[in-house]
Structures are given as C-alpha cells and as structure tokens.
C-alpha cells in the first residue's frame, strides 16, 4: 500500500489522540468515584429543632434550666435575666401560657442564678 504525503502525520496523530481520550476518559472516571463515594459517605444535615423535645426531670438541673431559658451555663447574671424576661413574656399565663410553664420558668432562672429551692408552689 502507498502512502500519500498526508498519511504518514494522520498515522502518528491518531494513537496520539487515542491516547488523549484514554486519559479524558479515565479522569471523569476517577472524578466520578471520587463524587460517588462522597455522596455514599456525606452525613445528612441535622434538622435543627426550634425546641428542646423532651419532659422535665424530676429535680432541675444547671443544664436543664439553661435548655429552658436559651442560655450557657456559663451565662452571665444579666444574660440569664434578659432570657428569662424574654421567655416569661412568651408564656406568662396572663397572655395565655401555662402556670405550669411559668412555675418551671421562675425555677430555671433561680437554678442558674443559683437561689435555693423551697418557694412551696403547688407545682413542687
């Protein structure tokens, strides 16, 4: 078979270009499994709740009366006021709350404030 003058260059482009998308093809490839095992492995996003589900325990604790008011622990005086007016307001039984919720409102603030107990509520 003869070769014309063009051959020769379309023979040495062609495994040239063979080549080239060999190596196009393997790097989506590996970008693709790459992608996958991420999607396989990615946590869901938490839902964020708005509210602390769950009952209260029978004796409140620090971490519970900051849960209920919005705050650190570490929360200063000022901040545990600020929030438990904030809160109060929200469910205060003259707008319409509970006076249960109210109660354990009142008692959250004096567990972080670190007042002692015994107000002889009908609710203890």
Known sequence: MVNSPSEPALDRATP???????????????????AWQAFKTRQPKPRLRKFYEGGFQPTMTKREAALILGVRESATAEQIKEAHRRVMIANHP???????????INEAKDVMLGKTKGSGSAFS
């Open 16 to 34: 040239f270009l063979a080549g080239l998308a060999v190596a196009a093809a393997a790097l989506a490839g590996r970008y693709g499994i790459q």
């Open 94 to 104: 003259d707008g319409g709350g509970s006076h249960y919720l109210a109660y354990k």
